[in-house]
């Protein structure tokens, strides 16, 4: 089976665990390195330059394998889970491009061949707050997938395996490199910078659903990120005074912007940072506009206060 020459072949759609498990045992052996790339489907350029940072860190040589997976443990009672776009065909059109060999997009069937796990991965304290504290177990089932994935997608022993994520989630990206960490994953996890709109909006699936009113409100979640890291060179409370201003003049459009939270916290605890703080930090901000709920995050580094 041809393996390489990735941008004349078309990547191998797998649906089950098996048939990835006997491309592995076949491609391991020829690779240099290994990259998997983890989403939901319904890709978008945000997805495509988490692919192309894939393989280029993997090479020519590399194999790069997408998951399109719409995970259940994800989703609350009154979550969006069968409203989430599915666009298999087009997917694997943006990974063709992109560079992958294949996506692996198996049934909840193959993911839970029991049924709902009962033993689960744990986010712990991080787990609870902002994200977690606006969708409770949210990052529980986020991290048992991710584990499962990693797992079942991994090249094995002797390759270099790489996982790659998007910052644009910057608290789920903390979680995963949490987990790998503390439960002793043999993967290198590799944030790549949000991908934005010519006009600033954060790519996400979601930014479908919202129509021309809705994005001008939406875009004020963009312009409240880059006002308040404009100001870290004043202080921590200076960075978040500019940002609520501009988010609570939202409050007011039509339609308006329901502010979920802004919160600036440390990038690997998210706790909100003190007003003394200096040093790295993430500005953070989720909303909803009309039905579509959006998040969107800046990373900074704030000075000190100056008087």
Not at 43 to 53: K, N, Q
Not at 230 to 253: F, I, K, S
Request: proline share 6%.
């Amino acid at each position: 089976m041809a393996l390489f020459g990735h941008r004349k072949h078309k990547p191998l759609l797998v649906r089950d665990r098996s048939k990835l498990a006997e491309l592995r045992d076949e491609w391991a052996l020829e690779s240099q390195g290994w990259a998997v790339v983890m989403t939901m489907g319904a890709l978008h350029d945000g997805h495509a330059a988490l692919i192309r940072a894939a393989r280029e860190r993997v090479g020519k040589h590399g194999v790069v394998v997408v998951t399109v997976f719409v995970n259940p443990l994800q989703f609350g009672a009154n979550e969006d889970l069968d409203r989430y776009p599915r666009t298999l065909d087009d997917d694997l059109i943006v990974c063709h491009e992109a560079g992958a060999n294949a996506v692996f997009a198996p049934s909840v069937e193959d993911v839970y061949p029991h049924g709902e796990p009962s033993v689960r991965v744990s986010a712990g304290p991080v787990g609870t707050v902002l994200e977690g504290a606006s969708r409770p177990g949210h990052f529980d089932g986020m991290l048992t997938v991710v584990a499962k994935l990693l797992h079942i997608a991994s090249p094995g022993a002797g390759v270099d395996y790489f996982a790659f994520f998007g910052e644009k989630d910057a608290q789920q990206l903390a979680l995963i490199r949490r987990m790998v960490a503390d439960l002793n994953f043999d993967v290198e996890i590799v944030g790549v910078p949000t991908v934005r709109e010519p006009d600033g909006l954060a790519l996400s699936s979601r930014n479908r659903f919202l129509g021309e009113a809705d994005r001008v409100t939406a875009l004020t979640l963009s312009r409240a990120l880059r006002a308040g890291a404009a100001e870290a060179e004043y202080g921590a409370a200076a960075v978040r005074d500019v940002a609520a201003a501009v988010l609570a003049a939202a409050a007011a459009a039509e339609p308006p912007l329901e502010l979920d939270y802004l919160a600036l916290v440390d990038p690997a605890t998210f706790a909100e940072v003190p007003a003394d703080h200096t040093g790295p930090a993430v500005l953070a901000v989720a909303a909803r506009v009309g039905s579509t709920r959006l998040i969107d995050n800046v990373p900074l580094v704030i000075a000190g206060a100056r008087s």
